[in-house]
């Protein structure tokens, strides 16, 4: 079975044109397996998309996975790959979904982004639309550290998938975006911290609705993070998560 598979993805690879970058395009089907296993992809459509600089063509580039299919299903042949200034298909059997406009526009908006990763995750989806939040609350102690900043909650059915002018009224404020009934999409100057983000996310997500589950049993309220407690950790992310100083 190794054999096969290895074979396969030897095949895929000598279908590729000299300038495709097979490590981006590995990323991308680890990451979607790693999503996968995690139970956060539902059907066709979740994405990942990664910014790169490509030497042929002398541009940014941008690698994802084309329409029709899920990141778990997907292969080496099944990522397209786009410009980044004029959005020209420079390779692939096909375009991405529409909701490609939303990762080329975060990317446009933030130059220090290089990667954003797109889920539709159901507890998500269900605590919003049953919460209505427009402000983020913890209530660990981790999560600000690993977002950076706070998310940024859209109004009920506002899509930026569809409609990607709201995104650069947001996106220079924040890490995450939520979509109230769709889902979320987090980006990151690599493809490992914007997955960190979309998994420490749907983690806390998690952890409220149990909260507000055990509250209910128990009529104890929920201890929340104070906002001073959030600031600071949203400040001191970059340095206790990467150790680094970077924004």
Request: hydrophobic content about 40%; glycine content about 6%; proline content about 4%.
């Given at each position: 079975?190794?054999?096969?598979?290895?074979?396969?993805?030897?095949a895929?690879?000598a279908?590729?044109?000299?300038?495709?970058?097979?490590?981006?395009?590995?990323?991308?089907?680890?990451?979607g397996?790693?999503?996968?296993?995690?139970e956060?992809?539902?059907?066709?459509?979740?994405?990942?998309?990664?910014?790169?600089?490509?030497?042929?063509?002398?541009?940014?580039?941008?690698?994802t996975?084309?329409?029709?299919?899920?990141?778990?299903?997907?292969?080496?042949?099944?990522?397209?790959?786009?410009?980044?200034?004029?959005?020209?298909?420079?390779?692939?059997?096909?375009?991405?979904?529409?909701?490609?406009?939303m990762?080329?526009?975060?990317?446009?908006?933030?130059?220090?982004?290089?990667?954003?990763?797109?889920?539709?995750?159901?507890?998500?989806?269900?605590?919003?639309?049953?919460?209505?939040?427009?402000?983020?609350?913890?209530?660990?102690?981790?999560?600000?550290?690993?977002?950076?900043?706070?998310?940024?909650?859209l109004?009920?059915?506002?899509?930026?998938?569809?409609?990607?002018?709201?995104?650069?009224?947001?996106?220079?404020?924040?890490?995450c975006?939520?979509?109230?009934?769709?889902?979320?999409?987090?980006?990151g100057?690599?493809?490992?911290?914007?997955?960190?983000?979309?998994?420490?996310?749907?983690?806390?997500?998690?952890?409220?609705?149990t909260?507000?589950?055990?509250?209910?049993?128990?009529?104890?309220?929920?201890?929340?993070?104070s906002?001073?407690?959030?600031?600071?950790?949203?400040?001191?992310?970059?340095?206790?998560?990467?150790?680094?100083?970077?924004?």
């Open positions: 079975m190794p054999e096969m598979k290895l074979a396969s993805l030897e895929s690879r279908k590729l044109p000299s300038w495709f970058d097979p490590a981006i395009g590995a990323s991308i089907l680890q990451y397996q790693r999503l996968a296993a995690r956060l992809l539902v059907n066709t459509l979740g994405n990942i998309a990664v910014r790169a600089h490509c030497p042929y063509w002398k541009r940014e580039v941008i690698y996975k084309h329409l029709g299919l899920s990141l778990e299903e997907s292969s080496l042949e099944h990522l397209a790959v786009l410009d980044m200034k004029s959005d020209e298909l420079l390779h692939g059997r096909c375009r991405p979904s529409l909701g490609h406009q990762h080329r526009e975060i990317m446009r908006c933030r130059h220090d982004i290089h990667a954003t990763v797109h889920l539709h995750p159901d507890d998500v989806i269900a605590f919003f639309s049953v919460m209505q939040w427009r402000q983020m609350k913890y209530v660990s102690n981790d999560t600000a550290l690993v977002m950076g900043m706070p998310p940024c909650i109004g009920e059915g506002v899509n930026v998938e569809l409609d990607v002018s709201a995104i650069s009224r947001c996106a220079g404020d924040t890490n975006i939520v979509m109230p009934g769709h889902g979320i999409t987090s980006f100057r690599d493809l490992s911290q914007a997955y960190h983000r979309a998994v420490a996310f749907v983690a806390e997500i998690r952890r409220l609705i909260c507000q589950q055990l509250s209910a049993a128990t009529g104890k309220p929920v201890v929340f993070a906002e001073e407690d959030v600031r600071h950790m949203y400040e001191l992310g970059e340095q206790v998560i990467y150790g680094s100083t970077r924004a």
